[in-house]
């Protein structure tokens, strides 16, 4: 006869499935997942393919097993911008995801050489994570530039390979022939074909007559999420998060602001890059500096902050496959403007959570007048409860569970 208090453990388990599955939980397997990417965070640039850390990460605190491999060439400008010189091998274990990094400065105008490079390195890292680690049961791709090495990988040992693209020159067809000869391998070659917005998978299908589901990026709600101790700014504030190159178009944003001057409003940017210096100037120009505000580059903790302390949050880009701050500012319960430039049309998906405008300084002007005029309406507790289902580690890595399984 059984011993009660096992008969007992068996019941409550029985119990606990039933009500998980009730509450439309899925019950999986740990798997083994071996993430290959390009671009990973460093010390040379933390920024560097955070999506890719991001996500292993999410996958390691949902349960399964996960590798990084990741032969990194990274531009001669970030090694002056921060002067720190981190170069060859690092292997090392860091929030459950068992990562395998290879860094060397990139070659200027050498495209395929640094390709030849890549892959050569990245392939003989494969073949040393497995020996160390065995074969994993998915590998997951990160942008089309490590293609070579994850072909290489599925083809040898015989398993599923995911392909999950994010880059902007994806959304603008900027390959070269070269490019173009293996993504078409690629597309081939995956079992599941993933893009990070709607916008980008249609674009991927139009380029490649590829059929692309959509798994969006993730935000880390360990840092994004209301902070009801830090009070808002006095002055309704504007607040832009991005790094400052061209396709962020900050000129528009300057000249949407310009027409707001009938209104109690100031303007706080976070963010570095070339366009830094002539938004500056432009700012100065227009006689706007007492309402405009740099910062400069920010932690992510301080990001978070400044996402609480305002009280909307806008986007002037020309093109974006995604745009992860803009689910981090409505996990910090504001709302967003945005111009329609491919990713935000995702997520801003009804006026609940925010405007969407056209790509014209008037228009995005319009959205954050009609926001300042309306901010009562946009409840900071369901921004917030928004993006945590629909954007949460969690969330994303169930998400891919799923796709995993439906793979191996």
């Excluded at 991001?54 to 590798?67: I, K, M, P």
């Excluded at 970030?78 to 720190?84: D, M, P, V």
């Excluded at 111009?339 to 997520?347: A, N």
């Excluded at 901010?375 to 917030?384: Q, R, V």
Aim: with cysteine; glycine share 4%.
């Amino acid at each position: 006869m059984c011993n009660n208090n096992h008969y007992w453990e068996w019941i409550s388990i029985i119990v606990s499935k039933f009500f998980r599955r009730q509450k439309g939980e899925v019950v999986t397997k740990k798997m083994h997942i071996l993430l290959i990417s390009h671009n990973y965070p460093t010390p040379v640039d933390e920024s560097f393919g955070f999506f890719c850390r991001n996500q292993a990460e999410a996958l390691s605190r949902y349960g399964h097993q996960v590798g990084v491999v990741g032969p990194l060439l990274i531009s001669v400008k970030s090694f002056l911008r921060t002067r720190k010189i981190h170069f060859g091998r690092r292997e090392f274990k860091e929030n459950g995801v068992l990562t395998y990094l290879w860094i060397c400065m990139s070659i200027p105008k050498a495209r395929r050489l640094r390709y030849a490079i890549m892959n050569y390195v990245g392939k003989r890292m494969v073949d040393r994570y497995i020996r160390r680690y065995g074969v994993p049961d998915i590998f997951h791709l990160h942008v089309y530039e490590a293609a070579e090495i994850a072909m290489y990988a599925a083809e040898k040992y015989g398993v599923p390979l995911v392909w999950t693209e994010h880059f902007s020159n994806v959304a603008q067809n900027a390959f070269s022939d070269y490019e173009r000869e293996f993504i078409v391998e690629l597309v081939g070659a995956s079992a599941r074909r993933l893009a990070v917005s709607r916008f980008l998978a249609d674009r991927l299908t139009e380029y490649f007559n590829a059929s692309v589901d959509v798994a969006p990026n993730m935000y880390d709600s360990t840092i994004f999420r209301r902070y009801p101790d830090v009070e808002k700014y006095e002055t309704f504030t504007f607040l832009s998060v991005a790094y400052m190159q061209r396709i962020k178009n900050h000129p528009r944003l300057i000249e949407a602001f310009a027409m707001l001057a009938d209104l109690p409003v100031r303007l706080v940017i976070v963010g570095i890059g070339e366009m830094y210096e002539p938004t500056k100037r432009d700012v100065q120009a227009r006689g706007l500096s007492d309402r405009v505000q740099f910062l400069g580059e920010l932690t992510p903790e301080k990001v978070a902050t400044e996402m609480n302390k305002a009280h909307a949050y806008v986007v002037s880009s020309d093109l974006e496959t995604f745009n992860v701050t803009t689910i981090e500012a409505l996990a910090c319960g504001i709302p967003a403007v945005s111009t329609r430039c491919g990713g935000p049309e995702d997520i801003i998906a009804d006026d609940t959570v925010g405007v969407l405008t056209e790509r014209t300084a008037e228009s995005l002007a319009a959205g954050m007048r009609f926001v300042y005029e309306n901010i009562s309406k946009y409840l900071p507790e369901k921004l917030a409860y928004y993006a945590r289902e629909k954007y949460s580690a969690e969330a994303i890595a169930k998400l891919l569970t799923k796709i995993y399984e439906e793979c191996a």
